[in-house]
C-alpha cells in the first residue's frame, strides 16, 4: 500500500480529547479518531490491527469446533418470553427505543431460543456457535476511552449440550482457548471469579492489571487465586480481644460524628468501633453493623437480603425511624421492628464503641449481644488487604484491573423458564445445559496498544502489525533513492510481505517520526547509499540499524520474521 493513497492522519501533540496512554498514542499514530459523543472511527491501519485480532481469535476458538454465526442487532420483544426484560434494563449494551425493540449486551436469550426451536433431541448436540458483533453502552458520560467505549466491538459464544458434565468440559476447553489467545496476543491476564449476574450459575472474568482499571481484584499473595473485589468471600472466624469485660458506659461526644473523629477523642483503633449504617432496603429501614475499619458492601447486602434495591437511608429517614442524626447511631436500643444485621468481624469487638442513637453522645465498653442483639450475622464488608485468601493459601493483596473476557455457566432454571429443552436418552424432557463466552474486543486493542508502546510511539510485534514492512525514500526528491525504494516495495510485495510504501513528498525527518509512531517492525530505507545499491533495515522495537545491499535483504527479514 502507497501511504499517499490511504489515510493515516498523524499527530505531533497529544490530543487534548484523549485520556489514556492507549487512545493518545492510537490518535496520535493516525489509528483512531474519537467523537465527541464518545464513539470513534477505526481508520485503515486499526481496521488492519483489529482484523489480525479477530484471526487469532478465530482460529482459535475453530479449533475447538465452533461455528460462526450472524445475529441481528434488534430483537423484537423477545426477552419478554422469559420474563427478564426488567432485569435487561440500564445494562451495559442495551438500549430501547419506540418500538420496544432492544439492542442488547448478550444474545443469550435469541440464541436459546433458536436452538430450542430447531433441535428436539440429545443426539444434535453439542453444539458451539459464536460471532463478531458491535455493542452499546449507555453511558451518557462514558470515561477512559477506549476502554470504556461507547460503541465497542465482542466476540460472543454459546456452547449447547446435552449433559452437565459435556457442558463442564467444553467450559474448560474454552477457557483453554482464551487462555491461548491471550498468550498469542502477548497478553498476561488473570482469571478471577466474578459476578454471575443475569441468569449465571458460575462466573469468571480475565482481568488485566492495570492502573486505569474500573475495578479492584483481590489476589493471594501464595496462589493463583484471584476474584472482583466487590464479591470476594470474608473469613467468618474471628477471636475476640482478649479483655474484661467492662461495664457499659455513655459519655457526652458534641463535636464527633465521624469513626475518625471518634477514635481520635477516644485514643482506640477504628477496629474497636462499631459503625452503625441505617440502609432503606426495597422501603425498609435496616441498620448494618461492621467495624470501623471496614467498609460496608451493599451488592453483598442486596444478594442475602434478596433485595433489589439497597442504598443509604436518607438523613430524613434516619431521623424519622431512629430519632437522632446519622453520626451518633448505634446499636443499643435500637426501635424494635428495625433489622439489624452484622458482620462476623463484629464478634472480635470487646470494650468498643459506638453512636448512643443520641445527639451528642456515644457508647463505650460495647460488647455484642450483651448489650444489644443482631438478628443476623453474615459476610457484609469488602474484603481488604491483608486479609485472609478465601482459598486459604496467603493473604490477599489489591490491584486495580480491567476485564476483556468473561465465561458463564447458565443455571439450568433458565432454561426451564424460556422453554428450552430436548428429548433425552430415556425419552424424558430435560433442560439445555448452556454456557456462554464474550471477549472484548475494543479493549483488547485499547489495552494492546497500551502494551505495545514506548515515547516515540507505537511498536507493534509482527503478528498484530497492520503491516509488515515500512519501506521508504529517505530523500523523495533523490532518483536513485525513490527507484530504489519503489523496486524493494514492488519486490517486497511479490514475495507476499504486507508493506506499506511511504511515497509522500516529505522531508526524512517527517517520515522517520511518522515511521516511529506507527510502529511497523522493520523499517527499510533507501538512502544515501542507494546508488550502491544498499539499503538500511531498523528494528522498530530495539532500534537496532543494519545496512544490507538489496540482494540479501529477502534473506535478512526472513531471518527476522523466522526468530521474532
Known amino acids: ?72 442487532y434488534i430483537h423484537t420483544d423477545l426477552p419478554r418470553q422469559s420474563g427478564s426484560a426488567e432485569s435487561l434494563k440500564g445494562h451495559p449494551g442495551s438500549a430501547q427505543d419506540d ?5 442488547f449486551a448478550s444474545n443469550l436469550q435469541l440464541m436459546t431460543s433458536i436452538i430450542s ?17 458491535n455493542r452499546f453502552r449507555s453511558d451518557i458520560k462514558p470515561s477512559l476511552d477506549l476502554l470504556q467505549a461507547r460503541e465497542f466491538l465482542v466476540k460472543e459464544a454459546y456452547l449447547f449440550h446435552n449433559s452437565k458434565e459435556g457442558l463442564n468440559d467444553g467450559f474448560e476447553q474454552m477457557k483453554e482457548a482464551y487462555e491461548r489467545i491471550f498468550s498469542r496476543l502477548g497478553l498476561t491476564v488473570d482469571l478471577a471469579e466474578a459476578d454471575t449476574k443475569i441468569a449465571g450459575e458460575e462466573s469468571y472474568e480475565f482481568v488485566i492489571r492495570t492502573e486505569i482499571g474500573q475495578e479492584w481484584i483481590a489476589y493471594s499473595d501464595q496462589s493463583d487465586y484471584a476474584v472482583i473485589a466487590e464479591i470476594a468471600k470474608v473469613s467468618r472466624k474471628y477471636e475476640p480481644f482478649d479483655e474484661d469485660l467492662k461495664p457499659l458506659e455513655k ?16 485514643e482506640v483503633d477504628p477496629s474497636k468501633c462499631i459503625k452503625s449504617l441505617v440502609l432503606n432496603v426495597d422501603g425498609k429501614i435496616v441498620v448494618a453493623l461492621v467495624r470501623g475499619d471496614h467498609q460496608l458492601n451493599l451488592r453483598k447486602i442486596a444478594k442475602i437480603l434478596n433485595a433489589t434495591n439497597v442504598r443509604f437511608a436518607s438523613d430524613e429517614e434516619i431521623v424519622e425511624n431512629i430519632g437522632c442524626p446519622k453520626g451518633f447511631i448505634g446499636p443499643i436500643k435500637l426501635p424494635i421492628d428495625i433489622m439489624v444485621i452484622a458482620d462476623h468481624g463484629i464478634k472480635s469487638i470487646v470494650n468498643g464503641a459506638s453512636g448512643a442513637n443520641e445527639e451528642g453522645y456515644h457508647y463505650i465498653n460495647v460488647n455484642p449481644n450483651r448489650d444489644f442483639a443482631i438478628n443476623l450475622y453474615e459476610d457484609i464488608r469488602y474484603i481488604e488487604e491483608g486479609d485472609p485468601s478465601p482459598d486459604g493459601h496467603g493473604t490477599i493483596q489489591l490491584e486495580k484491573g480491567i476485564s476483556i473476557g468473561r465465561l458463564t455457566k447458565i443455571n439450568p432454571a433458565y432454561a426451564e423458564k424460556m422453554g428450552a429443552t430436548i428429548t433425552g436418552q430415556d425419552g424424558k424432557p430435560i433442560p439445555l445445559q448452556i454456557a456462554s463466552f ?29 503491516y509488515d514492512l515500512h519501506v521508504m525514500a529517505a530523500n523523495a526528491e533523490d532518483e ?40 511497523l517492525p522493520i523499517r527499510v530505507t533507501a538512502g544515501k ?14 532500534g537496532e540499524t543494519v545496512e544490507c545491499v538489496k540482494e540479501e535483504l529477502i534473506d535478512r527479514l526472513n531471518e527476522f520474521y523466522r526468530t521474532e
Open 117 to 133: 426451536d430447531e433441535i428436539k433431541t440429545y443426539k444434535k448436540l453439542p453444539l458451539l456457535l459464536y460471532q463478531f458483533q
Open 99 to 103: 418500538r420496544k425493540d432492544m439492542l
Open 1 to 72: 500500500m502507497k501511504q499517499s493513497r490511504t489515510l493515516i492522519p498523524t499527530m505531533r501533540e497529544v490530543p487534548r480529547n484523549a485520556e489514556t496512554k492507549s487512545c493518545q498514542m492510537l490518535m496520535r499514530a493516525g489509528y483512531i479518531r474519537k467523537h465527541p459523543n464518545g464513539t470513534y472511527s477505526y481508520l485503515p491501519l486499526a481496521k488492519r490491527v483489529m482484523q489480525k485480532i479477530i484471526q487469532i481469535v478465530r482460529e482459535e476458538i475453530e479449533k475447538r469446533d465452533a461455528i460462526e454465526v450472524v445475529l441481528p
Open 480 to 519: 536513485e533513492q525513490h527507484h530504489l525504494a519503489e523496486l524493494l516495495y514492488n519486490i517486497l510485495t511479490t514475495y507476499r510481505y504486507d508493506v506499506l510504501f511511504d511515497d509522500r513528498d516529505e522531508r526524512a525527518g517527517v517520515k522517520f517520526a511518522d515511521a516511529d509512531l506507527i510502529g
Open 251 to 266: 459519655i457526652a461526644t458534641p463535636s464527633i460524628q465521624t469513626i475518625n473523629d471518634l477514635c481520635g477523642f477516644l
Open 438 to 466: 464474550q471477549l472484548d474486543l475494543t479493549r483488547i486493542f485499547a489495552v494492546l496498544a497500551e502494551r505495545f508502546q514506548d515515547e516515540k510511539g507505537l511498536s507493534w510485534p509482527k503478528h498484530l502489525a497492520p
Open 529 to 542: 547509499k542507494a546508488k550502491d545499491g544498499i539499503v538500511e533495515l531498523k528494528n522498530r522495537k530495539t
